[in-house]
């Protein structure tokens, strides 16, 4: 059960949270080929290693967060909260 | 040094050799790693090993070597739940699984090594109506190719397991299940180990602890692999890696659409047998049979993250076991005794990667999901067609790796997520 | 035979456990014992004197005590209906029915020891070179081979009293209450730390607990010192069975009453393994014989129950523990014929047996001598499982014969007592101390001060094996015979030998077995033991029942605030994702027409509904929709669909414009957790920019969608506020008002259904009031309740598709028939290059209406429409049509069939073929939707 330091709430277990993926530049939609775009939809680095992934975490503070983690160890080193923290401010 | 068969197993021989006291030959052999062979398999799982198999047996191809940086069925051949079937939902998939489903039947006597393929019955239950009308989605399509799938209610669901509670008293009450009488289990080991004495005897070596470290190419083809033994030239490199496949094709400049996930497994202690039949649910996302040592072996869903460690979670027994009571409320008392892991490759569409890669003579039978074992025969019976003839096997043709990019994804979402 | 009040009870003990004057009577067998409170079943068989307690699992060799402690693969027992049982450490209680396990029919004459006289034949794997030819018998193959299945019997039936689960957050746990263990638990505590110390026996002390009168001094008063600390929290009868990422712990509670055990979930900062050693068989012909017992196993059974293990003994011993054993027993009055030590030359040969049981011993001077009972003290094994599991890896110590922790132990795992060294008391208590610092450092300041004495294994012989063959895994009946067939024959790496001869896939998963295998494999390859290796040590560090595991479910159930009305006026229930809801209230053709000729109420609460707040929703919606938004007024609804970047349709709904800057979106109930991680995923990592808040509303609000000819005239006995009129109120639009007296009700008028309807949002807490005020007014109408089932024809009826079941994980946005919906000419929405690419390419199946020509025939859902042996499509909605009188049908088929006029042939389950007509329409009804819009 590893531990997740979410920006908002502190370090919580992952079972709070939803994985999203590895992180992927998204191509420009209007001028990406067929190549272009299925590499983005399909292919990912998969390394063994450090990682760059967002996380959801559904149940707490339904934010999305990007993380770095090792895939091999599961440290994670670094999480940083997204844009949009809700309602006009 | 090449023989063609190997020293016979029997009950005789095992009493011969009981009176006599005289040892068994080894199973494979331990010999040193040449500088050159026809094609170099990685990975000494079940697909490398019947590649390998079928390679000698079929196509006479024999100067074959099949490296592994750790022992025989180490890998996912050695830790899966090692449940066969072919209940598919795609009329492609349900092809292939059934040509390796219908290898296993004979693979004791092919191999003379007891494989122990026992067809015990596989039943995958519907919790609600929308996972029953994909049960009888699967029916029909295995019905078409002429496999004997059907789906029955709660009351026959009882009779096959009269241990589970098929009452509506349960969170998610059974509707019914898939019932594939020609699915059960067979011990994973013995396959791994029947292959490869098998294609020793016929000439193909086998590496144990001999780590490939790179793969040359030249020009765009592949010209051998470098090793911690040493390097090897080949003109055909095959990539038979589970857990591993991206990090080896990444070697030969090649990117593959898929994801490492960790998938766990648990067994309990022995108990006098009670379950014939091997039991899988969707909904519940668990799957579970008894062995013939009378343990029960469960697995579940993949780890919901991308990882490479092999070490076990105590929320992954902790969900299996609720979701077994529910099935099997009066079994609460029997002891889970060990959990271990193993890594999945997944691919965008459940189904696998096989055949030629944009590098000439670098081939590729990976993406095996959580499904890998069950096809390992299949598997290398065409993968060895496809390197001996250079053209690819119809039974494979869905599998390609152009796929993703040309569009044409093959689904198997609905039958192999926690299908086992 | 009695034993009651200690027949073969010695003199009293000073350590000793049991209560002398409280018996306790208990069957084994059938048979009925006494035994005292404080016993464990197997102190209390042996001072019955039952030599033999079992049969081996593979050849059924008669087996007695060998270990004595929890792990003992002899002593398994089915006690009452639980299998399994480790009968070394389970207390005896008032009437328990023990029986031996996997015996037939007796344990006295068990058939399965024909086994035994087979063994030279039936060697480790002997099945893998058998049972090949005939294949169709290997079933039959099977069914003998699993009558010799080890392991006691599980019941059919009863449900488990489920065992809550507890968490504990403390600074520091202790994984061990022997000596070293309290001591660093007093310690940490001392230094300020909140600990948690678990031991697994029934009380803390470790070996001090048998050992001599000053050594229970010490235990007393650690004991003392530990029970007064207040920030010590002790639980005994509890073991700590893995460790995880990060030091989330499991801990088992066992013997608690009504549930069996209980687990806590542990996140602790540091973790202290002190779990002591477990004594290590030795290997030597014989060595299985009920008589031979381990150094401990006889320390244990004199000084904890002061029990007599026979009546004659020899010694066989490379350390102390062994003397000590020989003085307890001398104790008790047993006559200790002859201690020989190895560590003076002394080698042991074999062991010999008369009538299945320990006769004699054999020793390497030659000498024999006559015994009944056999102690053996060969050497320590070091449970380094808590460590392996924290990534640790333990090297081995060729001069102590054990391993010791790795140099990569993480930060912040220690270890102290017997996994690092041997030592005095006072020395094995000053390692705690140290270690107990240190954990409280790191668990308070992040980093270590403190500096532990040196510590480390003494010197001691590597005993694993003699010169003759024994047995190495006792559960599983591999002698060394069989590893070295085995390594020879080629499965010369530790798995392989594993998985192979099984050796270490018993109950002890290898804490009695890993290190003499591994001695032996050695010594077949010409390699040392580290060179070996080990397999790997994996969780549980004890087996954990399921019902522990499993703990309470919650799994909760989603009702609207209408279910206990539904139920109460005939409703029968359908398990609809979380939600349990009614599918029909007795006869779903009837609501059908009912609602399709005066009017209906369904409940549509589980409805995922959203309320999108802020300037850019219109952004948002034209974003994830595929159709465009920017032009939808204020009080216009529209119906969307959603896909995602690969083109597949994962959801649909309309969303109404309430206000300004407010619009009401409503998705499948299925689908309402998903779309609302989807539209935050892309405001919060795409678009972070624009000004939308999200509020997910699904439960605030209960709906209720009115339908039929006559729900215009329903509604508006209810609603003053606002002009239901189809000038003022016209179709796809919403309004908010009053109903029956709650304010703040939107009601839109949309069409699922196919008839005149208004889907009304009323917020929950009066949504029964609503429902029931609308079934009150409405029985003027004959108004009907409709379920889920009557909503499914009549929306098939119109034609009308669901996502998932007439769609699935491929079908993308041009194959569902809405392609007038997908707004190619808009910009960048999600789904748009592959739709592009989609319609361009005219790929994938496409959803049409069939009719089969048979209007009576209802094919089964996922019929299979098979056309030159190829499948070509398949039936996703089927129902028969109250309102047409006949079978009406929608399926996927490929392009080339899609045509209006097209018969396909229907493969029913039963395998008969019937002719269907593809439609023009997906609709059979009203498909111009007259009624919809009046």
């Keep these: 059960m590893i531990l997740i330091p979410c920006p908002n709430c502190g370090p919580r277990n992952s079972s709070e949270f939803t994985y999203e993926g590895e992180n992927k530049e998204r191509p420009n939609a209007a001028t990406a080929t067929k190549a272009q775009w299925r590499n983005y939809l399909y292919l990912k680095n998969n390394p063994l290693g450090w990682t760059t992934e967002t996380w959801y975490h559904s149940s707490g503070c339904k934010k999305f967060l990007v993380a770095e983690r090792h895939t091999m160890t599961n440290e994670i080193r670094s999480t940083k909260a997204l844009g949009h923290q809700g309602g006009a401010s | 040094m090449s023989r063609n068969k190997p020293v016979k197993y029997s009950a005789l021989g095992l009493f011969k050799r009981g009176l006599s006291g005289k040892e068994w030959p080894r199973v494979w052999r331990d010999v040193e790693l040449k500088k050159t062979y026809d094609v170099v398999i990685i990975g000494a799982g079940v697909h490398g090993l019947s590649t390998a198999y079928y390679l000698a047996k079929n196509h006479g191809v024999k100067n074959v070597a099949v490296v592994d940086r750790a022992y025989v069925g180490g890998g996912g051949s050695g830790r899966n739940t090692a449940i066969l079937r072919s209940n598919y939902l795609t009329p492609e998939g349900v092809r292939f699984y059934d040509r390796s489903v219908d290898l296993y039947r004979h693979l004791a006597a092919d191999l003379n090594f007891n494989v122990m393929f026992a067809p015990r019955g596989h039943l995958t239950l519907a919790h609600n109506d929308g996972a029953l009308r994909t049960m009888r989605w699967r029916a029909e399509v295995n019905k078409v190719q002429g496999i004997d799938s059907e789906v029955i209610g709660p009351e026959e669901i009882k009779k096959l397991v009269p241990y589970m509670d098929v009452s509506d008293e349960t969170r998610y009450p059974i509707l019914g299940a898939l019932y594939h009488p020609p699915g059960g289990i067979i011990r994973h080991d013995a396959v791994n180990w029947g292959y490869a004495r098998a294609a020793d005897a016929m000439g193909v070596e086998i590496h144990q602890k001999t780590e490939v470290l790179g793969i040359n190419t030249a020009g765009g083809k592949v010209t051998g692999v470098r090793t911690n033994r040493g390097d090897v030239s080949a003109p055909i490199v095959i990539n038979c890696t589970a857990g591993w496949a991206t990090l080896i094709a990444d070697m030969a400049g090649v990117k593959l659409p898929i994801i490492t996930h960790p998938l766990q497994a648990a067994v309990t202690e022995p108990v006098q047998m009670f379950l014939s039949s091997v039991v899988v649910s969707g909904s519940l996302h668990v799957y579970v049979s008894q062995t013939d040592r009378g343990e029960l072996v469960f697995g579940a869903s993949t780890d919901p993250y991308a990882a490479y460690s092999m070490r076990s979670s105590l929320e992954f027994t902790e969900e299996l076991a609720g979701h077994v009571l529910e099935l099997m409320p009066s079994i609460s008392k029997m002891r889970v005794l060990r959990q271990w892991s193993g890594l999945c490759d997944i691919t965008p569409d459940f189904s696998p990667i096989m055949g030629f890669t944009e590098v000439e003579g670098f081939l590729v039978d990976v993406g095996w999901g959580t499904y890998g074992f069950k096809a390992g025969p299949a598997s290398g019976e065409a993968m060895a067609q496809l390197a001996a003839t250079n053209k690819t096997p119809e039974i494979i043709s869905a599998f390609d790796l152009a796929r993703f990019e040309e569009g044409r994804l093959a689904s198997e979402r609905g039958a192999a997520a926690v299908g086992h | ?934």
């Design chain 3, 1 to 934: 035979m009695s034993g009651a009040q200690g027949s073969s009870r010695g003199a009293h003990r000073p350590g000793e456990v049991v209560d002398r004057n409280r018996t306790i009577t208990f069957t084994f067998n059938g048979k009925k014992y006494k035994g005292l409170v404080g016993d464990t079943i197997i102190s209390a068989l042996t001072a019955n004197g039952v030599k033999i307690v079992s049969r081996s699992w593979k050849y059924h060799r008669r087996r007695g005590v060998m270990s004595g402690n929890y792990h003992d693969p002899n002593c398994h027992f089915q006690v009452n209906d639980e299998p399994n049982v480790r009968g070394a450490h389970r207390r005896l209680e008032e009437g328990m029915v023990v029986s031996t396990q996997n015996v037939s029919p007796s344990l006295k004459f068990d058939v399965g020891a024909v086994n035994q006289k087979l063994s030279r034949f039936l060697t480790a794997g002997f099945y893998y070179k058998t049972f090949i030819k005939p294949e169709r018998l290997w079933p039959t193959y099977e069914k003998v081979l699993q009558r010799f299945a080890g392991g006691g019997k599980v019941a059919a039936t009863g449900h488990h009293v489920p065992a809550d689960k507890r968490y504990a957050h403390p600074d520091v746990l202790v994984a061990g209450g022997g000596p070293s263990g309290m001591s660093a638990a007093l310690s940490a505590a001392d230094a300020g730390s909140s600990v948690l110390l678990v031991e697994e026996e029934y009380e803390l002390g470790g070996f001090l607990r048998w050992g001599t009168g000053d050594e229970l001094a010490v235990a007393q008063s650690l004991r003392e010192k530990v029970a007064a600390h207040p920030k010590i929290t002790t639980l005994t009868n509890a073991v700590v069975a893995g460790r995880y990422d990060q030091n989330w712990v499991s801990v088992i509670e066992r013997g608690l009453p009504v549930v069996m055990e209980s687990l806590i979930k542990v996140r602790t900062a540091t973790l202290i393994a002190a779990p002591g050693l477990i004594e290590r068989p030795y290997v030597f012909e014989g060595n299985d014989l009920p008589g031979v017992m381990l150094s401990t196993a006889v320390l244990r059974l004199v000084n904890l129950y002061a029990v007599k293990p026979g009546e004659r003994a020899v010694v066989f011993t490379g350390n102390d523990s062994g003397i000590a054993a020989a003085e307890a027993l001398r104790a008790v009055g047993v006559d200790v014929v002859q201690v020989v030590d190895a560590r003076h030359g002394g080698g042991l040969v074999r062991a010999t047996s008369s009538r299945g049981v320990l006769s004699g011993v054999e020793f390497s001077d030659g000498s024999k001598v006559l015994c009944d009972l056999l102690v053996v003290a060969a050497g320590w094994t070091a449970p380094t499982t808590l460590l392996n599991l924290s990534g640790n890896h333990p090297v081995f110590d060729e001069a102590g014969a054990r391993f010791v922790p790795g140099p990569d132990l993480d930060d912040t795992v220690f270890a102290t007592g017997g996994l690092v060294g041997d030592g005095t008391i006072d020395e094995i208590l000053a390692h705690g101390a140290a270690v107990g610092r240190q954990a409280s450092e790191r668990a308070r300041n992040g980093s270590v001060t403190t500096v532990a004495p040196a510590f480390s294994p003494d010197p001691h012989l590597p005993l694993f094996f003699g010169t003759t063959k024994g047995i190495v895994d006792f559960s599983e009946d591999v002698s060394s015979k069989d590893l070295l067939a085995a390594a020879h024959e080629g499965y010369d790496s530790v798995e392989l030998l594993k998985r192979y001869t099984t050796a270490t896939m018993g109950p002890a998963q290898g804490k009695l077995e890993t290190i003499n295998t591994v001695a032996v494999l050695a010594s077949a390859n010409g390699e040392s033991i580290e060179e070996t290796g080990t397999t790997v040590w994996r969780p549980p560090y004890v087996p954990i029942t399921l019902g522990a595991l499993a703990g309470r479910s919650y799994e909760p159930v989603r009702y609207s605030p209408m279910q206990a009305w539904h139920e109460s006026h005939g409703g029968i229930n359908i398990v609809a994702g979380q939600w349990m809801r009614p599918e029909h209230y007795g006869d779903a053709a009837k609501e059908v027409s009912t609602v399709r000729s005066g009017v209906g109420i369904i409940d549509v609460t589980p409805l995922g509904k959203f309320e999108l707040k802020g300037n850019d929703v219109s952004k948002l919606l034209n974003l994830v929709y595929v159709n465009k938004w920017s032009k939808l007024e204020v009080g216009a609804v529209r119906y969307g669909e959603m896909c995602g970047e690969d083109g597949v349709i994962f959801d649909d709904g309309v969303t109404g414009h309430l206000s300004e800057d407010r619009y009401f979106m409503s998705t499948t109930s299925s689908g309402a957790a998903g779309v609302y991680a989807h539209l935050e995923s892309w405001l919060q990592t795409g678009f972070p920019e624009w000004d939308v808040t999200i509020t997910n509303v699904t439960s605030a609000y209960a709906s209720i969608n009115i339908a039929g000819p006559q729900s215009r005239e329903l509604l508006s006995k209810l609603v003053s506020d606002v002009d239901l009129s189809n000038e003022a109120f016209p179709y796809m639009n919403l309004r908010t008002g009053t109903i029956a007296g709650v304010p703040g009700c939107h009601m839109w008028r949309i069409g699922f259904t196919g008839e005149l309807s208004f889907e009304i949002h009323v917020p929950a807490g009066f949504g029964a009031y609503v429902w029931e005020t609308l079934m009150e007014h409405g029985a003027d109408f004959g108004i009907t309740p409709f379920g889920l089932e009557a909503q499914r024809i009549m929306r098939l009826e119109k034609g009308h598709f669901i996502v998932g079941q007439d769609t699935d994980g491929v079908t993308q946005g041009f194959s569902a028939g809405i392609d007038w919906l997908i707004k190619l000419d808009k910009d960048d929405f999600i789904g748009k290059p592959e739709l592009q690419w989609q319609h361009d390419s005219g790929a994938g199946f496409r959803l049409v209406g069939i009719h089969p020509n048979d209007p009576k025939q209802v094919p089964t859902e996922a019929s299979q429409i098979v056309m030159d042996g190829t499948i070509q499509g398949r039936i996703t909605s089927s129902r028969f049509s109250p309102t047409l009188n006949r079978s009406i049908c929608l399926g996927l088929v490929v392009p080339a069939l899609a045509v209006a006029g097209t018969v396909v042939p229907i493969r029913l389950p039963n395998g008969t073929i019937i002719q269907g007509t593809v439609m023009e329409h997906h609709a059979s009804y009203d498909h111009e939707g007259a009624k919809l819009r009046g």
